[in-house]
């Protein structure tokens, strides 16, 4: 079975910046899906990005221009590069992905696509 585990969390200052990390393991696979999600204290959770095999990504309205989802396949894993952090970007941050029985555009808004889930990483800006 796939799994995931979150790194690079932490607290930082309004208009810093801060990456994390998803190391994936199990087995391979020439299509993925990865997601990145977060819930805020008091708030559901919410897609924040999304990239698939193809490359392409995808970016909540929130945190479009700010973050950025990239990944390395020789280490088998992904980040979330966040910068220009605001107060409101404070939550626990979750990787996941894609189950094998979906295919078809990689996308976060599909929340329930994803099957495999992190234990979670927190970040807290401070104003």
């Known amino acids: 079975q796939v799994q995931l585990q979150e790194s690079g969390g932490g607290t930082v200052q309004s208009g810093g910046s801060l990456k994390l990390s998803c190391a994936v393991s199990?087995?391979?696979?020439?299509?993925?899906?990865i997601g990145w999600f977060r819930q805020p204290p008091g708030k559901e959770r919410e897609g924040v990005a999304s990239?698939?095999?193809?490359?392409?990504?995808m970016y909540g309205d929130s945190v479009a221009g700010r973050f950025t989802i990239s990944q390395d396949h020789a280490n088998n894993t992904w980040y979330l590069q966040m910068n220009s952090l605001k107060p409101e970007d404070t939550a626990m941050y979750y990787c996941a992905v894609r189950g094998r029985s979906w295919y078809g555009p990689c996308s976060f808004r599909l929340a329930h696509t994803f099957a495999y889930w992190g234990q979670g990483t927190q970040v807290t800006v401070s104003s």
């Open positions: 990239i698939g095999s193809n490359a392409e990504a």
């Open positions: 199990g087995s391979g696979y020439s299509r993925y899906c």
